[in-house]
């Protein structure tokens, strides 16, 4: 029977995949390509245009090399804003995804409904973008700093319950049945044994979420909720190119240091 | 001598259909120590699990001190709780927080309101604590993290914070299962030490029969789900022990002295 095999296989090359293979990917890849072409089509994009263009971009970037540092105090204003509003959106939603992460999570209060409610409600808020947010709570609260902490928050509460719940399901149950055989309550348990277990996945999450919120605090300045975004679309669309230059070395300058920063306390931490 | 545990007709049936418990009667008196053994799936664990309620039986009852247990729900539940301690197989500690805290966590059961949730302890629950881990011999290691200490070490502070609770009664999981024979030993002795100085009734799962002959005032032999075995050690005959574990003597790897002294015999 063997030999029957390798016979027949002798003129033709030897197969090497799996023999029941899933049709699954290359049905995939071929619906990404199809996607890709209509796209294009729809968008209807002018391809000698675009190439033409691109020796602009370095012509911009050439401009935004030029550093002018005339308006720097206007910039570190409105930077130190940008950070004040990463921080203080950052800490509120510290807090409430700690509190609405110990309602979703599975393990603490046992209460399947409760968990598959908060869960579901939080995965509805995390799914519009947070600059949609932002511009809501503008049409709420009024231009300024206020709308842009709300609107964060929003955003980075939800993630900070997802993420957080996943921590708390990860500790073992034979630690919380050890506290509850002590008669000790849920809250007890909760802020006894859970948090001090997560603590170290707790300022990990919150470091990665700063990093994010303070990016993401630029990109909110452009739609009007103040910091430095603003101050870069505005120059920018100013064709004041050295001072949008400044404010974007500080971003990145800023963004790095918060990182490094998490690295260290992560590293103290465990 | 004053009852302390009551078992009647306890029947748990898991909802996967296993009878982990099937009519299991039984009394426990103040100072006993009693060894349960019994193979794996025998319903050691959940018998262990059903008397503080972790676990909820589904037919009969457990009276633990005076009081019907199986029917107790929330606020009263967790006052009763207290007065069993439990320690286990695999310590369960919180590693990251010390040693001193670990035992803290004992009183968590005693304590009311804003003070229970956020652990904020007496100074007198301190000193208590800090005098027990001097008893136990970990004096040193009061300020370290738990998850510095070694496995002994680690069940130490397991029986520290059982003992905190001031219980009645202790119930043991397979408390030397993860231990070196050296450590297993301090911890049987320590074990037997402790509850007899506090007058508290232990019950303790073992694997080790010798160990089991050793210790205690009274062995329980459980084969599925039914008490098969229930008197002194003494009266732990080779018959009792293969009606429990179900299969023949020769069968089964016995340690400790009374099969030494066999083998010698058998040699000589």
């Known amino acids: 029977m063997e030999n029957v095999i390798i016979e027949k296989k002798i003129n033709k090359k030897i197969p090497v995949k799996c023999k029941n293979k899933s049709n699954f990917i290359p049905i995939f890849m071929i619906s990404v390509a199809i996607l890709t072409i209509l796209s294009l089509f729809y968008l209807n994009i002018d391809w000698v245009k675009l190439f033409s263009r691109v020796p602009d971009m370095g012509h911009v970037f050439w401009q935004l090399g030029h550093l002018d540092f005339s308006k720097i105090d206007l910039i570190f204003s409105s930077l130190l804003e940008t950070i004040s509003i990463a921080v203080l959106s950052l800490l509120y939603s510290l807090v409430l995804g700690i509190i609405f992460g110990m309602f979703a999570a599975r393990n603490i209060f046992k209460i399947k409904a409760l968990s598959i409610f908060t869960q579901s409600f939080f995965t509805f808020l995390r799914a519009v973008p947070t600059p949609v947010w932002v511009l809501l709570m503008l049409v709420c609260l009024g231009m300024g700093p206020e709308a842009g902490v709300a609107g964060l928050c929003v955003h980075t509460t939800a993630f900070f319950t997802k993420s957080f719940a996943q921590s708390f399901e990860s500790i073992s149950d034979e630690t919380i049945e050890a506290l509850e055989a002590t008669g000790a309550g849920r809250l007890s348990i909760f802020f006894n044994a859970i948090i001090p277990t997560a603590l170290s996945q707790i300022v990990a999450w919150a470091g990665m979420r700063l990093e994010t919120n303070f990016s993401e605090c630029a990109i909110l300045g452009m739609v009007g909720a103040g910091g430095i975004g603003f101050v870069i679309s505005s120059s920018l669309k100013g064709y004041d190119y050295g001072t949008a230059g400044v404010a974007i070395l500080l971003v990145f300058i800023i963004a790095y240091l918060i990182e490094r920063m998490f690295v260290r306390i992560k590293r103290s931490i465990n | ?268």
Do not use: W
Request: hydrophobic share 35%.
């Open chain 2, 1 to 268: 001598m004053k009852q302390i545990l009551k078992f009647e007709n306890v029947i748990k049936r898991y909802p996967n259909g296993v009878h982990a418990l099937n009519g299991v009667s039984f009394e426990m008196k103040e100072g006993e120590f009693i060894s349960v053994i019994g193979p794996s799936g025998s319903g050691k664990s959940t018998l262990l699990r059903t008397i503080n309620k972790l676990i909820t039986i589904s037919e009969g009852t457990v009276v633990l001190d005076g009081e019907k247990i199986s029917d107790k729900k929330g606020k009263a539940l967790r006052s009763l709780r207290r007065k069993v301690g439990m320690i286990f197989q695999n310590y369960n500690l919180v590693y990251s927080l010390s040693v001193l805290q670990n035992v803290l966590h004992g009183r968590l059961g005693f304590m009311k309101g804003f003070k229970g949730i956020f652990g904020i302890y007496s100074e007198e629950d301190k000193k208590k604590a800090l005098s027990l881990i001097k008893e136990l011999g970990l004096e040193q290691f009061a300020y370290n993290r738990a998850s510095d200490l070694s496995g002994g070490q680690k069940q130490r502070v397991g029986i520290a914070r059982a003992i905190m609770q001031e219980p009645k009664l202790l119930l043991c999981d397979e408390p030397i299962a993860s231990l070196d024979p050296s450590s297993a030993k301090t911890i049987m002795d320590l074990l037997k030490d402790m509850t007899s100085k506090r007058n508290i009734a232990c019950i303790v799962n073992l694997h080790q029969l010798d160990v089991a002959m050793k210790y205690s005032t009274r062995i329980i032999g459980l084969s599925k789900g039914k008490i098969v075995f229930d008197d002194t050690p003494d009266k732990l005959t080779e018959e009792a022990i293969e009606k429990i574990y179900g299969t023949s003597y020769e069968n089964l790897m016995l340690g400790g002295e009374k099969s030494e002294k066999e083998d010698s015999f058998n040699c000589a």
